[in-house]
């Protein structure tokens, strides 16, 4: 029987548009959802174009019949051989398939729209045996692999299926059209999609993230620690693994694989929210709650900020992990329940181990594999991805673009690599948001960048001019010029005046004391000039523009 090909692409608006009438250069230009057309030796009877129809529907239905009627040009300009290209225009079909993307920045969301449209389509190809070509290509790195993840489901759960995996070359760099693609086994021990699908360029984190993909590979029961600050996307490549272990291990639709975040929970609930209660096992137990511990059966578990469990709950976990059953609160019914376990923290846990604050088995048991992800301010090639992303969001969210002014993009960068990120990408986050909310018609200025960044660098101790060590240094503190409790001074003052308008104001709630007894007493007492004597003793100024808080070395 003749071998069934398929290729399956997502849609680029921007790398596959076409004019209304393309010249030959356009039409020879490289483009993600036509460069199919490069391979040689695959007749390709069956191409889907996936897009976004809320989004790419314009631009993708003008395509469809421009590369139609333009098809023997592509296909002439990429095959010499008049043959071969004879065959390709009798046989293609373009199909265009809407496919709509909750957030096209998240895995998982991608994974579960792209799932029941590649099985749509497996279902209406079903002369056997089928061979598909896939194309890692599309408007985000998480689509690219969301759609890697769901064909590899779709390639263990259908014998008869077999994936060509087809990766990007840069096109700067391919000397001909048949060097733009190269064919690779879906199933080789590494494809970089974890670095793909988090899409970083730091080379440490990258080489990590690697490393971790083959693990996952290897072993179906890794259990994986994943370190780092706050903010700096631990969670992120949690949802990701796990994605990629369904893909891989499990059933995609698995409903038993649970995020938590332990440091989320109220102290007095986390030992019913995880083992679960009976009914009537304490006052408000109206009936029974099955804990996460028990739902996550046969799943996934990821416990975020798992530096946070109580000790008498880490003996628990420890046995179940164990294989032990366990009971829930005011239960005497044994449940066991089994799990792959991944772990995330922004601690150190051999230091808690250190201090007694840890339990040690319980460390050496979650830290078979460990992953430490990096802060933002070490991963300055990734400030740009980092952008797109919000960039994209703001317009999946408020349907509508934000711009950047003349210039006003590159000079966002160059602050941004130059920032210290303690808040990480949620910090990034909230300054995006704050220029974007604010931003003219014209787009985002350069002058409403300088005042965005000069307001967050105030708040930034280690951007001051300062000498003093901080507390984590473990070196002489004798070398500093302020100790610790001046420090806490000036950090407490700066915490009071992000919160107030004014100096007067900050004044008064940082003088409370003096403000109180000088109206006692009668006399006069002002807040703001104490509040600059504060800042003086460090060389600094305080100013407030408008409402903002900004702070500058002081002037002589």
């Not at 080489?207 to 903010?231: C, H, M, N, S, Y």
Request: charged share 25%; net charge negative; aromatic share 8%.
């Amino acid at each position: 029987m003749k071998t069934k090909n398929i290729a399956i692409a997502l849609f680029d608006p921007q790398l596959d548009h076409l004019s209304m009438s393309p010249t030959k250069t356009e039409i020879e230009k490289w483009r993600p959802a036509t460069a199919f057309l490069s391979l040689h030796g695959i007749p390709l009877i069956t191409h889907y174009m996936l897009i976004t129809p809320t989004i790419h529907e314009k631009v993708a239905l003008r395509l469809k019949p421009l590369i139609e009627n333009h098809i023997h040009n592509i296909i002439h300009s990429r095959i010499k051989d008049e043959d071969i290209a004879n065959s390709f225009v009798c046989e293609l079909e373009i199909q265009i398939v809407p496919i709509e993307y909750t957030d096209i920045w998240n895995i998982d969301a991608c994974v579960k729209c792209l799932n029941p449209v590649l099985n749509g389509i497996v279902a209406n190809e079903r002369r056997q045996p089928i061979t598909t070509t896939i194309s890692l290509l599309g408007s985000t790195t998480a689509a690219r692999t969301a759609l890697y993840l769901a064909t590899k489901h779709l390639e263990r759960t259908n014998e008869n299926m077999r994936f060509r995996y087809v990766k990007r070359i840069d096109p700067r760099q391919a000397k001909t059209p048949e060097n733009l693609w190269y064919g690779t086994d879906i199933s080789l021990t590494s494809n970089g999609l974890l670095r793909q699908g988090i899409g970083t360029s730091h080379p440490e984190y990258s080489t990590a993230l690697d490393k971790l993909e083959r693990v996952i590979q290897t072993f179906q029961d890794a259990k994986i620690l994943i370190t780092g600050p706050t903010g700096a996307g631990k969670s992120e490549l949690g949802r990701l693994i796990i994605s990629y272990m369904q893909a891989l291990h499990g059933d995609m639709n698995n409903m038993n694989c649970i995020v938590q975040n332990v440091a989320a929970i109220a102290p007095n609930l986390i030992e019913t929210e995880l083992f679960g209660h009976e009914k009537g096992a304490f006052t408000d137990a109206h009936q029974q709650h099955i804990g996460i511990f028990e739902r996550a059966n046969n799943g996934i578990l990821f416990l975020d900020e798992i530096g946070e469990l109580p000790l008498h709950l880490q003996v628990k976990l420890l046995t179940i992990l164990d294989g032990n059953p366990f009971t829930r609160v005011g239960g005497t019914e044994h449940i066991t329940t089994r799990f792959l376990l991944l772990c995330g923290t922004n601690k150190d846990l051999r230091k808690e181990c250190a201090a007694g604050r840890f339990r040690l088995d319980l460390f050496e048991r979650i830290n078979t594999w460990h992953v430490d992800v990096p802060p933002l301010k070490d991963r300055p090639d990734d400030i740009e991805r980092a952008l797109q992303r919000e960039l994209g969001e703001w317009e999946t969210a408020h349907k509508s673009k934000v711009n950047f002014a003349d210039g006003a993009r590159e000079v966002f960068l160059d602050r941004a690599k130059q920032c210290v990120w303690d808040g990480n990408f949620r910090e990034f986050h909230a300054t995006f948001l704050h220029l974007a909310l604010f931003s003219e018609k014209g787009g985002i200025t350069e002058q409403a960048i300088e005042e965005e960044f000069n307001r967050r660098t105030s708040y930034e101790i280690d951007a001051m001019p300062l000498a003093a060590k901080s507390p984590q240094d473990n070196s002489d503190t004798s070398e500093s010029i302020y100790d610790l409790a001046e420090m806490a001074r000036l950090a407490c003052a700066l915490d009071v005046c992000r919160k107030c308008k004014t100096a007067k104001e900050a004044g008064e709630i940082l003088f409370a004391a003096r403000s109180a007894a000088a109206r006692q007493k009668g006399t006069g007492f002002n807040g703001a000039t104490s509040l600059q004597r504060v800042f003086a003793t460090f060389g600094l100024e305080a100013h407030f523009k408008n409402g903002i808080f900004m702070v500058s070395p002081l002037t002589q």
